[in-house]
């Protein structure tokens, strides 16, 4: 299975990069080929609404031309997508929700053009946080559910830690074999 991590944290060595290593370790121990894109740094304008998109049959079509097209790449080569992400004020930073807001291109729906370039890959959530874990990353599963359906994907669910003494939240005996049973359950 081929699996690609979209690690929007803007700190790239911080709570989502630290819970990821296990998870990654994981999934290269059962064989899976990992591909691992931090998107802080990345250029992602935001989605301009403007359709041209919808009208190129069989491609991807944004008019943007920016980091985004080697992230549709990527995704168009994954059978999962894992969206490690923090969640601030309910939902992901701006770095992975201009990804998210980007994926018309992917479908299809609203112009000329037919189809769906990613329907039936599979989707999930690796998420750090405050608050409770309902609280903190129940908006953002619930839209990530729905753009699931919307595009034909298999949400897969989420595994999520809460920080309550940062880095070393992440690192607990518990974090780390929980990381590694989602990547397992993943991969079943």
């Known amino acids: ?86 969640i601030y004020a309910w939902y992901c930073p701006s770095e992975m929700k201009a990804v998210l807001d980007r994926h018309y291109g992917l479908n299809k729906y609203y112009g000329t053009a037919r189809g769906s370039l990613w329907s039936g890959k599979q989707v999930a959530i690796l998420a750090t946080h405050g ?20 595009s034909e994907l298999q949400y897969r669910g989420l595994y999520s830690v809460q920080d309550t003494d940062d880095l070393d939240s992440f690192r607990t005996p518990e974090a780390v074999s929980g990381a590694r049973e989602f990547a397992r359950q993943l991969l079943l």
């Open 1 to 86: 299975m081929n699996v690609l991590i979209l690690m929007g944290s803007p700190r790239l060595h911080g709570n989502t990069a630290e819970l990821c290593r296990p998870f990654v370790q994981q999934l290269r121990d059962l064989g899976a080929g990992v591909e691992y894109i931090p998107l802080a740094g990345k250029k992602i304008g935001p989605c301009r609404g403007c359709y041209a998109c919808q009208n190129v049959e069989g491609a991807y079509g944004c008019v943007q031309q920016d980091d985004m097209q080697e992230i549709v790449r990527a995704i168009l080569r994954a059978d999962l997508l894992v969206l490690a992400t923090p």
């Open 131 to 150: 608050y409770g874990q309902e609280d903190a990353v129940g908006p953002f599963a619930t839209g990530v559910r729905r753009l699931c359906e919307h």
